[in-house]
């Protein structure tokens, strides 16, 4: 099999990018002039939607490496690939910086003054320190994700295992700087827009939101791809390894879902309650439950029997509605806080057509300027004729 093969970003892909692209600035230009407090909310909402999948496309590839994972090594340039994206979300979240007194109570001046809990959390929670927390979040992100994709290129041109073997060592540094700073960041970027609320699972459970997505994200690339002819070796079984990770992240995004709240219902503490009780007693109770039966129940359901495990036509509609699913959990977090009532509509739909269609480019616009298989990986035989 010829392994020097490289992607090519067909001309009509780049126009529909392009399009979707042209339909976000208009959006966004419309919404700042009509209502600018929730154009803002859906900045952050995209934002941190497309980060989530780059960083939980990065946490795959890592696990990947760590594991010695034989199976995916072939399809390992579509995660380096939607790295891409890293730097670009950078400039926009650090752009969020004129955005920040429509999203978040705590920067409004003098609101510590009469607000104990928001002047307790004044040293962490003030607009300087956040924003070094985001340039330094995601100057390791990138930094990081870049060398690895060093790392896998040089193995290309030089071949052997050495390459291989530095790239399982960051890996390990990397999932451990991962680990530590995106949960940070999702305190930093979501929790702390309802400010006086609290939960230590909060952060875990978004950082397995992103491992799950972002990897129902790369196996859809994939698929994809093979149906355009790329990755000619998918079989059924790489299929059935990759509803294994949506299959199992689904089990424990589910569980931190229930255990959270759980635990504040049961210990019905006003603080802690005042959370759900906005998103279950008012217009979001519809999505509340939605949110549930999509990240969990339906691919729990879907995905659990070998031979739907193992369907094209039953994986791409079920990635589809994953894809919807995070939106629906991420709007849930944010605009109840922000925005304070259900009023989607054409704001959002062009904001996310927007950015989906400036992530599609960035990371097909990554694949294209590599070559597609990592043709001197020391597992690239046995991912080929993986089989089970």
């Known amino acids: 099999m010829n392994l020097d093969v490289k992607y090519v970003f067909p001309s009509k892909l780049k126009m529909l990018c392009i399009a979707l692209m042209v339909v976000g600035v208009i959006t966004f230009v419309a919404g700042f002039l009509i209502n600018p407090d929730k154009t803002w909310a859906n900045y952050l909402l995209n934002n941190f939607y497309f980060v989530s999948l780059s960083i939980g496309a990065l946490f795959f590839l890592l696990i990947q490496y760590i594991a010695n994972a034989g199976w995916s090594a072939v399809f390992k340039r579509v995660p380096h690939a939607m790295g891409a994206y890293l730097p670009i979300a950078a400039v926009f979240f650090i752009l969020l910086y004129f955005g920040m007194h429509s999203i978040y109570h705590w920067t409004h001046e003098g609101i510590a003054e009469t607000d104990k809990i928001i002047a307790w959390k004044l040293p962490y929670l003030n607009i300087p320190f956040m924003m070094i927390r985001i340039v330094m979040f995601f100057a390791l992100w990138i930094l990081l994700s870049r060398y690895l994709k060093k790392l896998t290129l040089k193995e290309d041109l030089q071949g052997g295992t050495g390459f291989f073997e530095k790239s399982v060592y960051y890996s390990r540094v990397t999932i451990f700087v991962l680990a530590l700073t995106f949960p940070f960041f999702v305190v930093d970027m979501i929790m702390s827009i309802d400010v006086h609320w609290f939960s230590t699972l909060f952060a875990l459970k978004n950082f397995i939101a992103a491992f799950f997505h972002g990897s129902a994200i790369i196996a859809l690339i994939v698929i994809l791809l093979n149906k355009v002819g790329y990755f000619p070796m998918l079989n059924n079984s790489h299929l059935h390894d990759f509803s294994r990770y949506m299959f199992m992240l689904c089990i424990v995004w589910g569980y931190f879902w229930f255990a959270q709240f759980m635990l504040i219902w049961y210990g019905n503490i006003p603080e802690e309650t005042a959370y759900f009780v906005h998103r279950w007693e008012s217009d979001w109770k519809t999505l509340f439950f939605v949110d549930l039966f999509i990240n969990w129940f339906l691919p729990f359901i879907i995905l659990m029997p070998r ?38 509509g054409w704001l959002e739909i062009g904001t996310f057509a927007g950015y989906t269609g400036l992530f599609a480019f960035m990371v097909l616009n990554a694949l294209s300027k590599m070559n597609l298989y990592p043709k001197n990986h020391p597992y690239i035989e046995e991912s080929i004729h993986h089989h089970f």
Request: no cysteine; glycine share 6%; aromatic share 8%.
């Open 307 to 344: 031979k739907t495990s193992r369907s094209k036509p039953v994986l791409i509609p079920m990635i589809i509605i994953l894809i919807i699913g995070q939106y629906i959990d991420l709007y849930l977090q944010i605009m109840p806080g922000t925005v304070h009532e259900n009023s989607f």
